[in-house]
C-alpha cells in the first residue's frame, strides 16, 4: 500500500520475491520496478481500485468494494493528505478497516462518523484496539471507539449487536441513534459519555427511546439513562421491572423513583451515582453486581422481598454509614455497620462511610466476600474471629487507615488482592500453623510497608511460599495458644497488644466459654471491653447472654483509649 516506493535492501525479499506475486498501488508497478529489493520480484501486479474518495467542506466520502481496503482507497486518492471533520464510509469493513476508523475518530480529527451504508465483516485477525479484534459479522465491537472525538454518528443500518464499551468514555458524544437491526446492546456501551443527552430508536426495533432514555420494547427494563442529562430528578415508568446493567451510571441525577412493582437493579445499576438516599420497592427481589458501588448513598434498607444479592452489590459506598435490613427478610441480616447472611456466616459488605476506627467480626462468619472493605478510609484495626475460612478477593484491600489485622488459623483460601495497597499497615498476624501458596497479589505493597508476625518456629516456611514471602519483614510471635494457658476452669491471657483480647482466645486452644476465670495482663481497650461484657452475660445492646464466667482478675491489665463501643448506644 505504499504510493511511493523507496529503495530497500536487497535481502529484505530474497527468496520470497522468487515464488511470491507482488501487489501494489493502482499505477504504482512501473515505480516498484525501478525500487532496489522491489524490482527482484518475478510478478508485480497493480492492485483494482474500484473504490472512490471524493472530498467537499470538511467531509470525506468513501466507497469500498472490498474489506479490508478502506486505508489503500484513501491513500491512493488525490485525498491521502486531508484532515476532514466528517468521515462518511460506504460498503464492506473489516477488523482492518475497523482500525482506520478508530484511528481517525481518536487520533485524527473526525468528528462525526456516517458508516450507515456499511456492514461489518468478522474474521479478519487485525487488532483495531489494544489485543481486540473483529471476530463476528454485523457486531459493533467492544472498545472500538473508546475514548474517540466523536460528536456524532451514524451506525450500520445491519448490525445486530453493540459491544461492551464501544463508545466508552467518548466525552464529546451528543446523542446516538440505535438502527432498527439491533437486538443486543451491552449495558455498559456508553459508560462515561458524559455529554450524551438523548437516545434515539429506529422503527421496528426490539428497544424503544421515551423522552431520550433507552428501554426495551415492551418497556419492562430500563436500558440506560444518558450520562449527559442535565436533570436532577427523574421518576422510572411505572411499568418497569428491571434496571439494567449500568442503567444508571454515572448520572447527574441526585433523586431517582423507582416503580412500585420493580423486582431486579442489575450489575452497575446506580454505580458512580450522586443521589445520597433510594427508596428500594417492597417488591425488589434481585440486586446484581456493583449495582450500588461508589454511589453517594448515606443509608440504604434493604427490603423484605429481596431473595438475591451478588457479591460487591455494596461495594466502595463510601459515605453509606450504615445498613438496614426489613424485618422478615430470608437471606441477610446486619449489625448495621456490616450486611450479612441471615446466620451471619458471610460478612458481604461494610459501610465505608462509618467513621469508628476499629471492627470486630461477629464470631459467626466464615467467609468475607469479595470487595467486603475495599476502600475503607477510617478502619485502623479489623479483628477476625476464629472461625473465618475464607478471605475473597481485594477484602481488605486499599483499607488507607488500616493499621493491624488478623489472620486466623482456619483460613484455607485467600483470593486475589484481598490485602493489596494498605498503605498504613503496620502489622499482619498470621496464626496459620502450615502457610500455603497465595496470588503474589494478595499483600502486594502492603508487604512492603508492613511486619508479618507468624507462629513461633514457622518463619522459614512462611518464607517459602509465595505471597508470603514478598514480606520484608517476617517476625515470629508466641502465637495465640502461647499467650493463653487454661487450667481448672481459670483462663489466662497475656496481650500484647489492646483490642486483640478476643482475636488471640480464638486463635488459640481454648474457648472462652467454659472458662469460670478469666485473668488477663497487658494493655485492654474498648473492643476489649466489649468482650469481657459478652464473656461476663450482657452484650453490647445491655441484652443477657448465655455465660458461665464468675470471676474477672484485671489486677494486672492496664486500660487503654480506644477501640469499639462497648455499650449502646456509644460508651467508650
Known amino acids: 500500500y505504499i504510493v511511493t516506493p523507496y529503495d530497500v535492501d536487497e535481502s529484505v525479499f530474497k527468496t520470497t520475491a522468487d515464488v511470491a506475486s507482488l501487489y501494489v498501488p493502482a499505477g504504482k508497478k512501473s515505480a516498484y520496478q525501478a525500487r532496489t529489493g522491489w524490482k527482484t520480484f518475478k510478478t508485480i501486479s497493480e492492485m483494482s481500485n474500484s473504490g472512490s474518495v471524493t472530498y467537499s467542506n470538511g467531509t470525506m466520502t468513501v466507497t469500498v468494494t472490498t474489506a479490508g481496503t478502506l486505508q489503500s482507497t484513501i491513500a491512493n486518492s488525490s485525498y491521502a493528505s486531508v484532515s476532514p471533520t466528517k468521515l462518511v464510509v460506504n460498503g464492506p469493513l473489516n477488523g482492518a478497516d475497523l482500525k482506520v476508523l478508530r484511528d481517525m475518530t481518536t487520533t485524527g480529527t473526525v468528528t462525526t462518523l456516517d458508516i450507515g451504508n456499511t456492514t461489518i465483516v468478522g474474521g479478519d485477525p487485525t487488532q483495531y484496539y489494544s ?153 425488589l427481589t434481585t440486586i446484581d453486581y456493583d449495582a450500588f458501588s461508589y454511589s453517594a448513598l448515606t443509608t440504604l434498607t434493604i427490603p423484605a422481598s429481596v431473595t438475591s444479592v451478588s457479591e460487591s452489590s455494596f461495594s466502595a459506598m463510601r459515605a453509606l454509614t450504615q445498613f438496614t435490613v426489613a424485618s422478615g427478610n430470608t437471606i441477610l441480616s446486619t449489625d448495621s455497620r456490616a450486611l450479612f447472611d441471615k446466620n451471619k456466616t458471610v460478612l458481604k459488605a461494610y459501610a465505608q462511610g462509618n467513621t469508628t476506627t476499629s471492627y470486630t467480626i461477629p464470631s459467626t462468619v466464615t467467609e468475607i466476600e469479595y470487595d467486603a472493605f475495599w476502600t475503607n478510609r477510617y478502619l485502623k484495626t479489623i479483628t477476625l474471629p476464629a472461625n473465618v475460612q475464607k478471605i475473597g478477593g481485594w477484602a481488605f484491600a486499599s483499607c488507607n487507615s488500616l493499621e493491624e489485622i488478623n489472620i486466623p488459623a482456619k483460613v484455607t483460601s485467600i483470593d486475589s488482592y484481598a490485602f493489596y495497597n494498605n498503605s498504613q499497615m503496620k502489622k499482619v498476624t498470621s496464626y496459620i500453623v502450615t502457610p500455603y501458596d497465595v496470588d503474589e497479589s494478595v499483600f502486594h505493597t502492603t508487604c512492603d510497608v508492613a511486619t508479618l508476625y507468624v507462629p513461633a518456629g514457622k518463619k522459614s516456611a512462611y518464607q517459602a511460599r509465595t505471597g508470603w514471602n514478598k514480606f520484608t519483614n517476617i517476625v515470629e510471635e508466641g502465637g495465640g495458644s502461647s499467650a493463653v494457658t487454661y487450667s481448672s476452669g481459670t483462663m489466662t491471657v497475656t496481650l500484647t497488644t489492646a483490642g486483640t483480647l478476643q482475636s488471640v482466645i480464638a486463635n488459640s486452644n481454648y474457648t472462652a466459654a467454659n472458662a469460670k476465670e478469666l485473668v488477663i495482663n497487658g494493655p485492654i481497650n474498648g473492643s476489649d471491653v466489649r468482650y469481657i461484657r459478652q464473656l461476663a452475660g450482657i452484650n453490647y445492646s445491655n441484652t443477657a447472654v448465655t455465660a458461665t464466667l464468675e470471676t474477672l482478675n484485671l489486677a494486672n491489665a492496664n486500660i487503654v483509649a480506644g477501640g469499639e463501643y462497648y455499650k449502646s448506644p456509644a460508651y467508650a
Not at 437516545?199 to 421496528?204: I, R
Not at 418497556?219 to 411505572?238: D, H, I, K, N
Open 131 to 283: 489485543t481486540y479484534t473483529a471476530s463476528e459479522n454485523n457486531v459493533l465491537p467492544e472498545y472500538l471507539f473508546y475514548a474517540s472525538n466523536l460528536q456524532y454518528i451514524t451506525l450500520p443500518k445491519t448490525i445486530t449487536e453493540i459491544d461492551y464499551y464501544c463508545f466508552g468514555n467518548s466525552t464529546s458524544l451528543k446523542e446516538l441513534s440505535i438502527p432498527a437491526s439491533v437486538t443486543r446492546i451491552a449495558g455498559s456501551f456508553v459508560n462515561n459519555c458524559t455529554s450524551l443527552t438523548i437516545f434515539y430508536v429506529e422503527g421496528g426495533n426490539t428497544f424503544m427511546a421515551y423522552n431520550g432514555v433507552l428501554y426495551s420494547k415492551d418497556g419492562l427494563t430500563l436500558v440506560r439513562y444518558p450520562e449527559g442529562m442535565s436533570a436532577t430528578s427523574f421518576t422510572v415508568r411505572s411499568a418497569v421491572t428491571t434496571i439494567g446493567e449500568y442503567g444508571f451510571y454515572n448520572v447527574k441525577l441526585t433523586s431517582v423513583t423507582l416503580p412500585a412493582q420493580l423486582k431486579k437493579i442489575g450489575g452497575c445499576a446506580f454505580s458512580n451515582t450522586r443521589m445520597t438516599s433510594i427508596s428500594l420497592p417492597t417488591t
